[in-house]
């Protein structure tokens, strides 16, 4: 399974790290992303990050305050969120793909965490 | 960015009907298109990848069809377990998007 961590209550202009740990599955030979969803509305994708971390790849609303990343030998992932604005308000959930060794993010997502809320408000 | 208009946005049907909900892309994805399940307060459950190709463990009732704009999720045989959000998304270029949802109810 994957459990996301690091969420919370940060104001606006503020910071937070998400993780998101594999346990009894391997993730390191999968491509993986980050999709949030604000209250009462869809999904949006946020990142993606290639299994051996040399690709990533981000929504426009994220691109230069979000950076994902992954610690294999760790079965961690990452989204740190810099500058972070209230419309960042939501649940993020980190999600393992499908495909093994897949490079552009080009696939379904298999397992997903529960999600960790992240609410950014003054 | 590829717009998914998902239709409708909500339905009623009764225990044992044949639900069908559409997907329809702004360009076309090829079979890049897969569908969820959402459960209030629970992760997305991918039900069906590649537009057809229904996943291990999910019920024979559920299945896909498409290609290029035009996609199909359909439920046969609608049980209580199904009420859920559905949501299409397409994986074939980024931005990856999802289509806003598809609320089904039991009438």
């Known amino acids: 399974q994957l459990m996301e961590s690091g969420g919370g209550v940060v104001q606006p202009g503020g910071s937070l790290r998400l993780s998101c740990e594999a346990s009894?599955?391997?993730?390191?030979?999968?491509?993986m992303h980050w999709v949030r969803q604000a209250p009462g509305k869809g999904l949006e994708w946020v990142a993606f990050?290639?299994?051996?971390?040399?690709?990533?790849e981000y929504a426009d609303s994220v691109k230069g305050r979000f950076t994902i990343s992954r610690d294999n030998s760790r079965s961690t992932l990452y989204l740190q969120m810099h500058s972070l604005r209230p419309e960042d308000t939501a649940v993020y959930y980190c999600?393992?793909?499908?495909?093994?060794?897949?490079?552009?993010?080009?696939?379904?997502?298999?397992?997903w965490g529960q999600g960790t809320m992240v609410t950014v408000s003054s | 960015d590829i717009q998914m208009t998902q239709t409708p946005s909500s339905l009623s049907a009764s225990i044992g009907d044949t639900v069908t909900i559409t997907c329809r892309a702004s360009?076309?994805?090829?079979?890049?298109l897969n569908w969820y399940q959402q459960k209030p307060g629970k992760a997305p459950k991918l039900l069906i990848s590649?537009?057809?190709s229904v996943q291990n463990g999910v019920p024979s009732r559920f299945s896909g069809t498409g290609t290029g704009t035009d996609f199909t999720l359909t439920i046969t045989s609608l049980q209580p377990d199904d009420i859920a959000t559905y949501c299409c998304?397409?994986?074939?270029?980024?931005?990856?998007?999802f289509g806003r949802g598809t609320k089904v109810e039991i009438k």
């Open positions: 590649a537009a057809s």
């Open positions: 009894g599955i391997s993730v390191n030979t999968y491509g």
């Open positions: 999600a393992k793909e499908l495909g093994e060794y897949s490079g552009y993010g080009a696939e379904a997502c298999d397992i």
């Open positions: 990050i290639r299994y051996d971390g040399s690709y990533e």
């Open positions: 998304h397409q994986s074939y270029n980024t931005p990856y998007t």
């Open positions: 360009q076309s994805i090829d079979t890049f």
